[in-house]
Structures are given as C-alpha cells and as structure tokens.
C-alpha cells in the first residue's frame, strides 16, 4: 500500500517540477512533497503501522523517493536561474558604442572675461597681481588711506559694516597699504628689496547701495600701484594711456580731469576718447566724445608713510577703475544688474 502510494507521489512530483512554470512554484512543490506535511513525510510517518520487516524495504524506498524529487527540483531550480539570467542579461546590454549625452559645457562669465583681459594687459606691462581680504577692518579700508574717521569723505563710499571695526571692503585701494606692508615686512625678515612695487589688485568689493541700472551692492574693482625712485603723473599718463589703447584699440586717446580722492594728490579722473563714434559724439558717451574709465592720481605722501615708504626718497601713483563699468562698455551692457542676475539667456552671449 505504502509502496504504491509512494511511487504515485514520485511519479506526480516528477510530472509537477516538469512541468513548473517558475522558482516559486517549485518552492510550493517542494513544500508539497517534501515539508512537514508533504507527502512523501506523510509516508514516512505511515511507517509506523507496518510490520516490522517491512520497515526497511519502505525507509529506503522512501529516502530513495525524497533524493530523487531533491535532484529534479534542483535540477530545475539551476535550470530556471540560468535562464532567468541570461533573460536578464540580454534585457540589460549595454550598447558601448552609443554616443555619449554630451554635458552642457558653461564658460567663463563675463566680468571673469573682462578681468583676465584687465590682468593680462597689466601683467604684459610688468605688473603682478595682488590679493587682500574681502571683509577688512576700517584702518586698511580708510584711516592708512587718509581718511581718517570723521572725514567727509567716508559719504562717498557708504558702507557695510560688521562691527564698528570691521566692514565689507569698500574699494580695493586697502590693498595698496597691505601690499606695502607685506613687501616692507620681506624687506625686514628677507632682505629683500621693496621696490619697485608694481601691482594689480582686482577683486569685489561692497557699498551701501540699492541695486539700479548703474549700481550694484557688490561689484567688481581693480586696483593699479606702482611706486618707485622718481615716479611722476608722466609714467601715470603713459601707463594708463597704453592700457587704454591695449584695451580699446590702438588710435584712443585718453584725458585727465582734476579731481579728489584723500589717498592721491593730485587726483585725476581718467577718460578715453570715446571708441564706439570716435569721438564725435554718440549715445555711448552722451554725445561727449569721451567716456570716465577710472579715478587716479599721485599717492599721497601720508599714504606712503603709512606704508612704511619715504615719500622724500620714492613717490608713485594708484589708480582704480570698476571692471563692470568696463565690461558695460565693451560689451554695450546697459544695466549692471545683469552681471548678477545669472540668466543664462544673458550669460550665453558672451
Ligand atoms: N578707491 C576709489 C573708489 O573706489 C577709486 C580710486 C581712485 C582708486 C583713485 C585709486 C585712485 O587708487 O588713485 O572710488
């Protein structure tokens, strides 16, 4: 009885793991023959009712049974894994040679642009170019620049304050005087000498201003100094009108206008013959002829002392200009805002 009842279920389990369709159902089958109460366990506890002499000949036969329903569903699980695998594997190829997505390549903005044009003119005129701190304290940003704290001249820059110490720089003129120190302090530690100083500062710089078509809370500057044994406005003018005409072509000129600045005596303002009409007249330069690119001047005897230099023995003269300004006229930008605005449909024409 037990017998045949075990070779009905061996032959119903071969037929049913034959048969599976997937994994999971050959997890039922071998729930349904081999676990607690599957069939083939169900014999084995059958067992017990046989005579005893029989008991061998049936555990054998039953182990036999439960080895060979192990292989098939073995068999079968590795079969169907394989294949599953290889379903996978084909669904998943990865085509080598498909062109890639190419990544949206930005560029350089444009104030950078115009900037690494400013330095390169500079530096092919034996400048080198400085660094000073964003966030200054109110000696270097005026009192070392001889604007002292009551001057009227702190209206021309309104400013942003940290503490009453400490503020947003203002320009980049504080750079002047650090740089002064630094090379004095070489001088001293390095026996190095401390002329002559020839140097560029670019950088941002930050004012008390409400955002309009002209005017930004933060924008950008840089700054010129140069000091040495006999210095005079000759070199100045020279060196600002060979800048001018590196920038804006070789047949500009440029004029000096009187003006104040507490850190130059004399103090100019810098324009250049208008590039866009020549100088005839045109809306680029309000029908004037010229255009105001920076503000400059002789450094002030104070300012070197200050520095740490004599201003018996060496003089030198600082200019600075606004490197939006510039790149507003080059350009043809007619509001600063735009720089900062990051839109790319601006950005992308530069
Ligand atoms: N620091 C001045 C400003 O921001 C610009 C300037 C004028 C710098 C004349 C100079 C200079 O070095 O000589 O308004």
């Known amino acids: 009885m037990l017998i045949e009842e075990l070779e009905a279920a ?20 071998r729930l349904a023959y081999l676990g607690k109460k599957g069939t083939i366990t169900q014999v084995l506890r059958g067992m017990g009712a046989l005579p005893a002499d029989q008991r061998p000949e049936v555990g054998q036969r039953v182990n036999e049974a439960r080895e060979a329903i192990e292989a098939l569903l073995a068999e079968r699980t590795a079969e169907m894994e394989e294949k599953a695998l290889d379903q996978r594997l084909a669904a998943e190829v990865v085509d080598v040679t498909l062109p890639g997505r190419p990544a949206p390549r930005g560029h350089e903005h444009p104030l950078q642009q115009v900037r690494d044009r400013l330095e390169d003119i500079f530096l092919g005129l034996g400048f080198e170019v400085a660094e000073g701190p964003e966030v200054e304290v109110d000696l270097y940003n005026f009192e070392l620049l001889n604007i002292p704290k009551d001057h009227p001249a702190r209206d021309m820059q309104d400013s942003l304050f940290i503490t009453d110490e400490i503020l ?3 320009h980049t003129s504080p750079v002047q005087v650090r740089y002064m120190h630094a090379r004095q302090e070489a001088a001293r530690t390095l026996g190095r000498d401390p002329l002559p100083v020839r140097i560029i500062a670019p950088g941002w710089v930050y004012r008390n201003d409400p955002a309009d078509a002209s005017h930004s809370p933060m924008f950008y500057q840089m700054e010129g100094l140069v000091i040495d044994r006999g210095i005079t406005m000759g070199d100045l003018k ?32 810098v324009d250049v013959s208008c590039a866009v009409c020549g100088g005839s007249g045109c809306k680029v330069c309000k029908q004037t002829g010229w255009v105001e690119i920076l503000g400059a001047g ?15 023995e060496v003089s030198g003269f600082a200019f600075g200009l606004g490197i939006d300004r510039i790149a507003m006229q080059v350009y043809g930008v007619e509001d600063i805002r735009n720089f900062f605005e990051n839109d790319l449909r601006f950005l992308r024409q530069f």
């Open 238 to 269: 020279g060196t600002l009108l060979e800048f001018a005409r590196r920038l804006y072509g070789a047949d500009v000129n440029i004029r000096l206008r009187p003006s104040y600045f507490p850190f130059t005596e004399p103090s100019a303002e």
């Open 10 to 29: 061996l032959a119903a389990a071969r037929e049913g793991i034959a048969r599976a369709a997937g994994l999971d159902e050959l997890k039922e089958l």
């Open 298 to 312: 002789m450094v002030h005897p104070n300012v070197l002392r200050n520095g740490g230099y004599d201003p018996e």
């Open 168 to 170: 947003l720089r203002t």
